[in-house]
């Protein structure tokens, strides 16, 4: 089965949860393109976070009990998710300890060790099901519209984001289109899984700032949109994009503390619904 029939398969629609703020804040001269996070941002996420599904693995034992038994697989359900997240660190340390501040792993290659099957397809297909059953996911409110007014006003998009080989199949699952037919551009695309570097490292957003002026776009002119004041916001900051906290879900929305930040950072929108992000572009 395709991994797009197979999130469709999976999902169930989500709706957002209050998170009682309101739109404010205003931009600096001409928006020329406009980066996206994906998780908490573009699609709701159960979990709130690509990273952070730990408790919904344990709150879903009977789900990743009957995906085992799909596979046969003989492991037991419950110690599953504590064997992923540790393999997860293990790997990690390893990678810090080669001098990756921030690093990714290909979560593909974590299940490989953890089931011992040597087949990439069938490894694939395992990943994403259990990703789809610990942190279901459902495109936010007004998507389709926003992505198809950027591009229609012919402004350049991309995404900057944590995630992993299937994030990019939810967008034609759900919409229909590859990432490029939607108007993002792959030179301002960035996923952690393919950098190996993870948010808050600023790797991925350095880059993509390079690739932007030498397209002509200086930094300055673009609007970076998430929902993480540390990974989204005060990285974006850092190397000298615009800022828009997305505020939208209660779920996915991380405030950060300023113990945890350089200095204060503070956005230069909150918006709570996709569609205002239009008003300044």
Not at 40 to 60: H, P, V
Not at 101 to 128: S, T
Not at 140 to 169: D, W
């Amino acid at each position: 089965m395709s991994l797009e029939k197979l999130i469709l398969q999976y999902s169930r629609p989500l709706f957002p949860i209050s998170a009682d703020f309101h739109k404010r804040g205003k931009t600096e001269g001409e928006i020329r393109a406009i980066l996206f996070d994906v998780y908490g941002t573009l699609f709701i996420s159960k979990a709130g976070d690509i990273s952070m599904a730990k408790k919904e693995a344990e709150r879903n034992v009977i789900g990743i009990k009957a995906l085992l038994e799909k596979f046969h697989i003989n492991k037991n359900a419950k110690n599953l998710p504590e064997e992923f997240f540790e393999e997860i660190k293990k790997e990690k340390e390893k990678l810090k300890g080669q001098g990756v501040d921030f690093p990714e792993v290909k979560i593909e290659k974590i299940w490989e060790r953890i089931l011992k099957i040597e087949d990439d397809d069938n490894i694939k297909q395992f990943a994403a099901e259990y990703e789809l059953i610990v942190n279901p996911v459902y495109p936010m409110p007004h998507l389709r519209e926003v992505l198809a007014a950027c591009k229609k006003n012919n402004i350049p998009m991309g995404i900057i984001s944590n995630a992993q080989f299937y994030t990019p199949y939810l967008f034609y699952a759900f919409l229909n289109a590859t990432l490029e037919e939607l108007g993002f551009v792959t030179d301002f695309i960035f996923f952690s899984y393919v950098s190996g570097h993870v948010k808050p490292s600023l790797c991925m957003f350095e880059r993509a700032a390079e690739n932007l002026e030498k397209s002509g776009i200086p930094k300055c002119n673009t609007l970076y949109v998430g929902n993480d004041m540390i990974k989204d916001i005060h990285c974006a900051s850092k190397v000298g994009f615009q800022t828009a906290l997305f505020a939208g879900d209660k779920r996915s929305l991380r405030l950060g503390t300023e113990d945890t930040m350089d200095a204060k950072i503070s956005p230069d929108l909150v918006i709570t619904d996709l569609l205002q992000v239009l008003d300044y572009l």
